[in-house]
């Protein structure tokens, strides 16, 4: 399969490391002083795009690659406002877009205990649920875009929970409190906890290293070629 990054920083050479280990060809690499390389023909050869940015300028790599009727698979969080114009945006062109706010397949597992946990402790309201998530200092978006998908699994089972907002402090219902920590070089770490006046139930995902994250990138490109459309871990894994 042939690939194009959009971002080498970190992430996307070891993307490119495991995309190459498992047989593809990068076809091309576009980064913030290349941006002309778009237009390419090398480009528009790729059969998907991986990209890994930021958000001020993911929507406009993705406009550029559906313009150049390149599918795209991108990690990248704190734009998904725009995500209806996207996914619009998509479909017009006859692509496929295969957005996650996290690829560690660790991860999506950790989505679907987080879920299952939630819907057994809408039963018990003398649980206070909370949330706290560190990353790296790199990390531009806070709470991440796996904290905002990990809120999301918590909003839509537990009844006493109707938002989440960012706090360094615990918040009393109806409201999800996120504290986020940026230090060091934190791959990330996402705890969920459930507090009582008896006791703690705390679950966890601490991330290694970034390959877990590039390779189920990788393999959201596997999954993605060749399809029409908007696509996501679920479909992928089928959780």
Not at 98 to 125: K, T
Not at 181 to 203: L, M, N
Not at 216 to 236: Q, S
Request: proline share 3%.
């Amino acid at each position: 399969m042939k690939i194009a990054l959009i971002g080498y920083g970190k992430m996307g050479k070891t993307i490119e490391q495991i995309a190459l280990s498992r047989g593809h060809e990068i076809v091309s690499r576009i980064d913030i002083d290349n941006q002309e390389e778009f237009e390419s023909e090398a480009f528009k050869s790729a059969d998907v795009a991986i990209e890994f940015t930021a958000p001020k300028v993911a929507v406009q790599n993705y406009k550029k690659a559906f313009q150049a009727g390149v599918s795209v698979v991108s990690g990248t969080t704190g734009w998904t406002e725009q995500m209806p114009e996207i996914q619009t945006l998509c479909k017009q062109k006859n692509v496929a877009f295969f957005w996650a706010s996290n690829f560690s397949l660790g991860v999506n597992i950790f989505f679907a205990v987080n879920e299952y946990l939630a819907r057994i402790m809408n039963q018990f309201p003398a649980y206070q649920v909370s949330m706290e998530e560190t990353h790296h200092t790199q990390k531009l978006d806070a709470p991440s875009g796996t904290a905002i998908t990990l809120a999301e699994g918590i909003l839509n089972n537990i009844d006493r929970k109707n938002n989440w907002q960012l706090s360094e402090e615990k918040a009393a219902d109806p409201i999800l409190a996120i504290k986020a920590i940026r230090e060091g070089t934190v791959p990330g770490i996402h705890t969920i906890q459930y507090e009582s006046d008896f006791d703690y139930i705390t679950i966890t995902h601490d991330a290694k290293n970034r390959n877990g994250f590039a390779l189920g990138a990788v393999l959201a490109a596997e999954f993605t070629y060749g399809k029409k459309g908007c696509l996501g871990m679920k479909d992928m894994f089928k959780f």
